[in-house]
């Protein structure tokens, strides 16, 4: 069965370090990646995916995730974190039994950047 | 502006009384689905919708409806509430590559 794990349920870094929010997945072909922010009181917001070519992806805000086939994993990564980027972040991955409309979540991660 | 809308935004209601939830799409898209969110569960999908009069069951289906009568319109229906119904609910559309999610609308189900 097609899963994601965001082993972390909260994430805390200092203002101006760089930050990473973890996810891995588990699927029976190729991952279609994604990774969703949630803003307090907001829906969810897209940031990036991957879906095939570069490993490294470049998303909104600054962000950007790396994909590695060998462990599994699509962490999402930042290079200077500011506090406006404190939120939920939430790792997700194409359902391939459900076609393209669905994706499975990860529980997601609290991310807490602190001045 | 493109954008998923959910009405209403909150509601708080009593067990049994039937309601609902609508979502509408200004992007043409075919796809839509519904979600809820409950702390440490991330987001599960509900139902699914595939086209006009095509929908389908998600991962936790049981307790609602829905129904796809126009192309832009998705409501969520639940017939008779119930408190493991509380929840935060959303609405996204899709390209088929990226979902696109409405404000959420937070249920509570006294």
């Known amino acids: 069965a097609q899963s994601v794990a965001q082993p972390e349920d909260q994430v805390n870094v200092a203002e101006g370090n760089p930050l990473t929010v973890k996810c891995t997945y588990s699927?029976?072909?190729?991952?279609?990646l994604f990774w969703y922010v949630q803003y307090p009181n907001r829906g969810l917001q897209f940031l990036l995916k991957?879906?095939?070519?570069?490993?490294l992806v470049k998303g909104s805000y600054g962000f950007e995730a790396e994909f590695n086939k060998s462990q599994t994993s699509f962490h999402l990564k930042k290079p200077s974190a500011l506090v406006s980027d404190s939120a939920l972040y939430f790792c997700a991955v194409r359902d391939e039994s459900g076609g393209y409309n669905k994706l499975i979540f990860g529980a997601g991660t609290r991310l807490a950047v602190h001045p | 502006e493109a954008q998923v809308t959910q009405n209403p935004r909150y509601l708080i209601t009593v067990t049994g009384k039937k309601l609902t939830v609508t979502c509408s799409q200004n992007m043409n898209h075919e796809y839509m689905s519904w979600y809820r969110q409950d702390p440490g569960l991330g987001l599960r999908q509900i139902y699914y919708s595939m086209n006009v009069e095509v929908t389908d069951k998600g991962d936790v289906p049981e307790g609602y409806k829905v129904s796809r009568k126009e192309k832009r319109n998705f409501p969520l229906i639940l017939e008779s509430p119930s408190p493991n119904q509380t929840s935060l609910y959303f609405c996204a559309s899709s390209t088929g590559n990226e979902q696109f999610f409405g404000p959420g609308t937070r249920l509570t189900v006294l």
């Open positions: 991957y879906i095939t070519g570069d490993n």
């Open positions: 699927v029976s072909g190729n991952p279609y």
